[in-house]
């Protein structure tokens, strides 16, 4: 249940307005153990590539302890024959098989979903609002998906799709200790490989 805290939030049209984010950002990620899909460079790229003719907007939400969320999105239009709709996505999502975790603080994602919705609908007029594909280890998936049927209530569908099965391998925390947590053999052929 959400105490619902103050959520200030900054918002951004392109990537050169970022700049000056770009280190905080990147430590953010890497406080919430995010992804790299995620970090502002990454992003940026991603935009450069494969933003034409989408419409990007960046909020950076913060709480009274600092940076609690970035929702890098964009809004593109979807056709098919003569029907079409607005489907707001994550930057990053759409041409590469990514599955990741929302860039939000733990114990921040009723109030993050509360304010992103309201953010998107002063933005954007939207159909589909995919953020997706989620890894499979995503923890606060229950919470995520009860924010936004709160927020949403009966006018939007809210649906989970579990399609895909996800490997996880667990890696030490450097290269030596990686290396003495396998079989000698295995240490072996990596020695002989490398």
Request: net charge negative.
């Amino acid at each position: 249940m959400s105490t619902h805290k103050k959520i200030l939030v900054e918002r951004f049209h392109d990537f050169d307005a970022l700049e000056p984010l770009q280190n905080e950002w990147d430590k953010f990620m890497e406080s919430i153990h995010g992804e790299i899909f995620l970090t502002f460079d990454w992003c940026r790229t991603w935009w450069k590539y494969y933003g034409d003719k989408r419409k990007l907007a960046v909020f950076v939400f913060r709480d009274e302890t600092g940076l609690c969320a970035i929702m890098p999105l964009f809004c593109e239009r979807l056709s098919a024959g003569p029907l079409s709709v607005d489907a707001v996505r994550m930057v990053g999502t759409d041409f590469m098989p990514v599955s990741m975790a929302l860039p939000v603080r733990d114990g921040c994602v009723h109030d993050v979903i509360d304010t992103l919705i309201g953010e998107i609908n002063a933005v954007w007029r939207w159909d589909i609002l995919h953020l997706g594909a989620l890894s499979g280890g995503y923890a606060a998936l229950p919470s995520l998906v009860h924010a936004f049927q709160s927020r949403l209530g009966d006018d939007y569908l809210c649906q989970l799709k579990e399609a895909d099965v996800q490997t996880y391998f667990p890696v030490a925390g450097d290269w030596d200790k990686q290396l003495a947590s396998l079989s000698s053999k295995q240490r072996a052929n990596i020695r002989r490989a490398f």
